[in-house]
């Protein structure tokens, strides 16, 4: 039985848990923040005691946090453990995680989710790179987890989840202001299927996670944008959407604020 410790139990991370552990897997969390409340989860309130015995450790407890918890938690992990972090965050981000696993001598591999968890939990499509990918992928694999290993470093993983962003959230920002538009001289139901039956399949459906998900997500999807904006001058590419999305979810944040 595979053991996998969770860090961070926020919506992602219940989802990993509870799924994994529905797999099969041995699975310990840890989040001094939030309370799991699952009897058949083991939540620890030392960390070294959820990594005791660990073979994956799968971080996922935000980009702010990514680098401290990976701090703490890479000296007292198992050397065999494959340090997993899943969070959404700068390649550079990544690469400094990656060293400190490296002066570990611990494995990790730099993940990316390419969609919300809640649709799928634990067999959420992943894209792995780093020292660790493939060993993740053989661990993970059969327990449900899609995960498709690419030939780089830390960080490879990051940057193309974050071009993938510049499309998604750009599309988000894109019908938020379409629709809002709509809203003001009454045809919001009509441009609404108008977008629809040009997504096909569950447009309507995805239509409203994309409006509704850039609401309740904005500070984060600010800071991912932020990243992407990063990636795409670094390599000398142009910005001008990349730009007008971010400045979509900085007027969400603010008006969350007000």
Not at 46 to 58: C, F, K, R, S, T
Not at 77 to 91: F, G, K, R, V
Not at 150 to 157: L, N, R, T, V
Not at 187 to 201: F, N, Y
């Amino acid at each position: 039985m595979r053991t996998i410790a969770i860090l961070g139990l926020g919506e992602a991370g219940r989802l990993y848990a509870r799924g994994l552990r529905e797999a099969g897997a041995d699975v310990r969390g840890y989040d001094p923040h939030h309370e799991l409340g699952d009897p058949s989860i083991r939540q620890c309130a030392e960390l070294a005691d959820a990594l005791a015995g660990a073979d994956v450790v799968v971080s996922l407890v935000g980009a702010s946090a990514a680098a401290s918890i990976a701090h703490d938690a890479l000296p007292v992990m198992p050397d065999a453990a494959i340090y997993a972090d899943l969070n959404t965050a700068a390649p550079e981000l990544k690469r400094e995680i990656e060293a400190l696993a490296s002066a570990r001598g611990v494995a990790m591999a730099d993940v990316a989710v390419l969609a919300p968890v809640p649709r799928s939990g634990h067999r959420t499509e992943l894209l792995a790179s780093g020292p660790g990918a493939l060993a993740l992928a053989e661990r993970l694999g059969p327990l449900g987890v899609p995960i498709a290993v690419i030939d780089g470093p830390a960080g490879e993983a990051a940057r193309l989840r974050l071009l993938r962003s510049v499309f998604m959230k750009g599309l988000a920002a894109l019908i938020i202001e379409g629709v809002g538009a709509a809203r003001a001289v009454g045809a919001e139901d009509w441009l609404r299927d108008q977008i629809a039956q040009e997504l096909g399949g569950d447009g309507h459906a995805l239509v409203d996670r994309l409006i509704e998900g850039s609401r309740i997500h904005a500070a984060r999807r600010e800071h991912e944008m932020t990243d992407a904006l990063a990636v795409l001058e670094a390599m000398d590419q142009p910005t001008d959407m990349t730009r007008a999305t971010l400045a979509w979810f900085q007027r969400l944040v603010e008006a969350q604020r007000a």
